[in-house]
């Protein structure tokens, strides 16, 4: 799966592809790529779907104002051999995780960094699930904080470094706490790889935050 990542990497390079983000001097937005993928939620336009329907004329588990957006890489046109090949692969780690995750709705996120912008605290307030995360590339000095104005005697810091050939690692979590990514003397590439929900179709409430953070 790496492998892919870095092949994307070098392909935006040598294409010239302007790096996603734009401005340098916000913190945590500037990336090589980043996207999402699969079963999101987004305003709706004008309270309709693309099919017509009004938002909402379903039973469904989104806060107000929002609908589902499917995007299945398999299907769609507009997605590249890339994008279908990260989301079967990131499919089959996900199976091996947690069987069942996958029932209702999932979502990837995928990005590239390479610089040493942070992400100061923040909430994923449209979530309504745990996550997986993982950090690929070789880098040092990336962290990533669980915890902050909501548990702050119980900050919960992970990833930190990592080398060419090394095991990547996993972190179960939950964002819609507080977290922050943290990157003091930053240096080398990474590639960030989250497992998310922000609908799921068999959800009738939104379960307790999952606490603490662990390893997988």
Same mark, same amino acid.
């Given at each position: 799966?790496e492998?892919?990542l870095?092949?994307?990497?070098?392909?935006?390079?040598?294409?010239?592809?302007?790096?996603?983000?734009?401005?340098?001097?916000?913190?945590g937005?500037? !990336?090589?790529?980043?996207?999402?993928?699969?079963?999101?939620?987004?305003?709706?336009?004008?309270?309709? #779907?693309?099919?017509?329907?009004?938002?909402?004329?379903?039973?469904?588990?989104?806060?107000?104002?929002?609908?589902?957006?499917?995007?299945?890489?398999?299907?769609? *046109?507009?997605?590249?051999?890339?994008?279908?090949?990260?989301?079967?692969?990131?499919?089959?780690?996900?199976?091996?995780?947690?069987?069942?995750?996958?029932?209702?709705?999932?979502?990837?996120?995928?990005?590239?960094? @390479? @610089?040493?912008?942070?992400?100061?605290?923040?909430?994923?307030?449209?979530? !309504? *699930?745990? *996550?997986?995360?993982?950090?690929?590339?070789?880098?040092?000095?990336?962290?990533?904080?669980?915890?902050?104005?909501?548990? *702050?005697?119980?900050?919960?810091?992970f990833?930190?470094?990592?080398?060419?050939?090394?095991?990547?690692r996993?972190?179960?979590?939950?964002?819609?706490?507080w977290h #922050? !990514?943290?990157?003091?003397?930053?240096?080398?590439?990474?590639?960030?790889?989250?497992?998310?929900?922000m609908?799921?179709?068999?959800?009738?409430?939104?379960?307790?935050?999952?606490?603490?953070?662990?390893?997988?």
């Amino acid at each position: 799966m790496e492998d892919l990542l870095v092949e994307e990497t070098e392909r935006r390079k040598k294409a010239a592809i302007k790096r996603q983000g734009g401005d340098r001097t916000k913190k945590g937005f500037d !990336v090589l790529w980043s996207f999402s993928m699969g079963s999101t939620a987004r305003p709706p336009k004008n309270g309709k #779907r693309k099919d017509g329907t009004i938002a909402f004329d379903l039973p469904h588990n989104l806060k107000k104002g929002r609908m589902v957006c499917h995007t299945d890489p398999l299907l769609l *046109q507009s997605h590249t051999d890339f994008k279908r090949k990260l989301w079967i692969l990131a499919g089959f780690v996900l199976d091996y995780l947690d069987p069942g995750y996958k029932d209702g709705g999932w979502a990837l996120y995928a990005s590239c960094k @390479d @610089d040493a912008a942070e992400i100061e605290w923040h909430q994923d307030k449209n979530d !309504v *699930q745990y *996550q997986y995360w993982a950090k690929l590339g070789t880098f040092e000095n990336e962290f990533v904080d669980f915890g902050g104005s909501e548990n *702050q005697d119980k900050t919960h810091s992970f990833f930190g470094s990592r080398e060419e050939g090394e095991p990547y690692r996993i972190v179960k979590c939950d964002t819609r706490g507080w977290h #922050r !990514v943290r990157k003091p003397d930053f240096e080398g590439i990474s590639y960030t790889l989250a497992w998310f929900k922000m609908y799921d179709s068999n959800q009738t409430c939104f379960p307790p935050r999952f606490w603490p953070p662990v390893y997988v």
